[in-house]
């Protein structure tokens, strides 16, 4: 019995995972062989409904062809766990509000005072053309930002698609195989390993700077590693991918406030945002912690 159960558990991550990765990898190797055909590619895989969506599809097709009536670790009950909810929407994003400071305060020669990159991104919704910034004024934009992301109540679930997948999913199915611990750096290695086409085509980091794409690549494994922990810390606690959702929301949108007042002067390896080395150094620090509290191996 045991090991028809092992067997199942191997049969369901290799489906959802060639399902994921068929998606995203099959369309970017055609892109890289055909010339011109790369920004249709990268047009259609950035799209979230593609690249969010993927692995709750892949959930859903791997339940079906697997039999797997197992009940997923999903939730929308989220206020019954206040002491989770207030982590989930807090904590990570002030680590992440905290290490753009770290950046500028090391880099401070990269501040744009006259909000070069608002102006030109915004500009057609009515941001103004000239804009005059303080040290005052960014700081109270970018706390204004953070208390946003805690209540992005519509991006949470665009990033449920995600995380249902790999924090829901997958997650569970790992730790069936081996160690909690071992479970959440494998799913983080996974999970940052899908983002390389988009890193390929320049999300995130461009396409000029040392090593490219390839060190971006490694460094946005880096990044789903430390977020992927603070998320399955929680899911664990909790048996809800719902918080992790949350978690990568709110990241998602105070994560960009950075770009807003930046020159970028410096490598994006480097920050503001949180998938630069310094912009995930609080994040970081707060992973490790969470990483040596992980509870303890989940039933197999």
Not at 29 to 35: E, F, K, N, T, Y
Not at 181 to 200: D, F
Not at 268 to 280: D, N, Q, R, Y
Request: aromatic share 14%; hydrophobic share 50%; net charge positive.
């Amino acid at each position: 019995m045991e090991t028809r159960t092992k067997d199942i558990t191997k049969k369901r991550m290799f489906t959802f995972l060639s399902i994921v990765f068929g998606i995203l990898y099959i369309p970017w190797i055609i892109g890289m062989i055909v010339p011109g055909l790369g920004e249709t590619v990268y047009g259609i895989i950035r799209f979230p409904l593609v690249f969010m969506g993927t692995p709750a599809l892949a959930v859903f097709i791997t339940r079906k062809l697997t039999n797997d009536t197992t009940p997923l670790k999903f939730s929308t009950k989220i206020f019954k766990n206040k002491k989770a909810l207030l982590f989930s929407t807090l904590i990570p994003g002030a680590a992440i509000f905290l290490g753009t400071v770290l950046f500028f305060l090391i880099f401070p020669e990269d501040l744009d005072f006259q909000g070069r990159y608002i102006s030109e991104t915004y500009g057609a919704y009515g941001a103004p053309q000239e804009i005059e910034l303080t040290i005052a004024t960014m700081f109270l934009m970018g706390f204004i930002i953070y208390a946003i992301s805690a209540v992005a109540f519509p991006v949470w679930y665009i990033a449920l698609g995600e995380d249902i997948g790999w924090q829901g999913y997958m997650l569970p199915l790992l730790c069936k195989k081996m160690s909690v611990k071992c479970a959440v750096i494998i799913n983080g290695v996974l999970w940052g390993l899908a983002h390389a086409p988009l890193i390929y085509y320049g999300m995130n980091y461009g396409t000029d700077y040392f090593g490219a794409p390839y060190t971006g690549m490694l460094m946005m494994v880096l990044v789903t590693i430390v977020l992927g922990t603070w998320m399955s810390y929680i899911t664990l606690k909790t048996k809800n991918c719902m918080y992790a959702a949350i978690i990568h929301g709110a990241a998602d949108i105070i994560g960009e406030a950075g770009t807003w007042i930046s020159l970028s002067t410096k490598s994006s390896l480097l920050g503001p945002i949180p998938t630069g080395m310094i912009g995930l150094s609080v994040l970081l620090t707060g992973a490790v912690i969470l990483f040596f509290k992980m509870p303890g191996d989940a039933e197999k």
